[in-house]
């Protein structure tokens, strides 16, 4: 597939989505100094980490600014459809989002790397290109012509592969499976054979359980609990090479972010940054917890692909990257330089501590406490 078909295709999910009409919707409160914001998300309301990250930084702006700016969510499908997000802030139909920005990478691929990339970064790598790094400016400049400005609010973690009705031995396995994931990923399973469906997170286990799909990646452990994909399926592969991390944004419309006072910036700044934070412990401790279920109680297979299936993996991702970066535009070519630039000079160092220290903690003793 060439590059012209990946962005016709990742166009796709959101297109459907795109004509959200500002006239549908009440216009924000603004009144003695006060400030009402209404939120759209991707997620079910209130769905796990996710759903509940939306309301958490919702409720910290409001109440870090003592209710000056105050933020009202609404859920995937109350106001515009999971994949309208973006678009209703880009049109003025809301004020914030909360989404991941590969849903829209169909407006350009750039959009991609701020949510992950393949073989990329994992969380704490992510935060730092975005916020130590040129992450940040780069998405300004990136996103500057939709009149949105974004801030990372929450990561995922590594995520899985994802759930399979099958078995899958050799990279021939993928060949004709209809398989829903999303990003970047979806170009190198398709180059693997794979039949690839983009799907809203509430509409995977469906989709699985009709014969939709063959096959779907959510998120992890704990949301794919939540939405009982192991109900479908009791194949679960681990880790993915396309989602090392997922970073969940917000966005605002850039007239209203640079309507607010310097105090109200700040705030919504740390509040994203500190939901960032508390998310990952979240996605931490209730992974953890969510793969003992699976395994334990629901007779789950939890294993990586065999090796010749990462092999082609890889190979996939680097064709598939290299042809990105050589055929963009110049502001793609400066994103992929520089997102994978942070990751090899973040791996100098990394090979020899965290890298080698989880091997070591693995195989060191057990504190059976």
Not at 115 to 132: C, D, M, R, V
Not at 198 to 214: C, H, K, N, Y
Not at 324 to 334: E, N
């Amino acid at each position: 597939m060439d590059r012209r078909s990946f962005l016709k295709g990742s166009a796709a999910a959101g297109a459907a989505a795109a004509a959200v009409a500002a006239s549908n919707f009440p216009a924000p409160a603004i009144a003695q100094g006060k400030i009402e914001w209404r939120m759209v998300t991707s997620w079910p309301k209130n769905f796990p980490g996710l759903g509940t990250a939306a309301e958490s930084i919702a409720q910290k702006i409001t109440t870090m600014s003592g209710g000056r700016l105050t933020v009202k969510v609404f859920a995937a499908g109350e106001l515009v459809p999971a994949f309208g997000a973006f678009d209703a802030v880009q049109q003025g139909a809301a004020e914030i989002y909360h989404s991941a920005a590969y849903y829209y990478g169909g407006k350009h691929p750039g959009f991609h790397f701020f949510t992950t990339a393949p073989y990329g970064l994992y969380a704490a790598e992510q935060f730092a290109w975005w916020a130590i790094g040129d992450g940040e400016k780069l998405q300004d400049e990136l996103y500057a012509p939709f009149g949105v400005k974004a801030f990372p609010a929450v990561n995922t973690c590594a995520q899985a592969v994802g759930w399979f009705a099958k078995e899958i031995n050799t990279p021939d396995d993928l060949k004709g499976l209809k398989f829903r994931t999303a990003g970047l990923n979806a170009e190198i399973f398709r180059r693997l054979g794979c039949n690839v469906v983009q799907l809203p997170g509430g509409e995977i286990f469906q989709a699985m359980q009709s014969g939709t799909v063959d096959a779907a990646d959510w998120v992890g452990p704990w949301n794919d609990l939540a939405f009982g994909l192991h109900r479908v399926a009791k194949n679960y592969y681990t880790p993915g090479i396309g989602e090392p991390s997922a970073t969940i944004e917000m966005g605002i419309g850039k007239k209203h972010w640079d309507e607010l006072p310097d105090d109200l910036k700040a705030i919504v700044r740390q509040a994203a940054y500190s939901d960032y934070q508390e998310g990952v412990g979240q996605f931490i401790v209730r992974n953890s917890a969510a793969v003992a279920t699976l395994i334990n109680e629901h007779g789950v297979k939890v294993r990586p692909f065999p090796d010749p299936v990462y092999k082609a993996l890889g190979d996939a991702a680097e064709s598939f990257i290299n042809e990105l970066s050589g055929g963009g535009d110049d502001i793609l070519k400066r994103i992929v330089k520089s997102y994978y630039t942070f990751r090899n000079n973040s791996m100098t160092w990394q090979q020899h501590a965290e890298q080698p220290y989880l091997n070591i903690r693995a195989a060191g003793p057990k504190f059976a406490v």
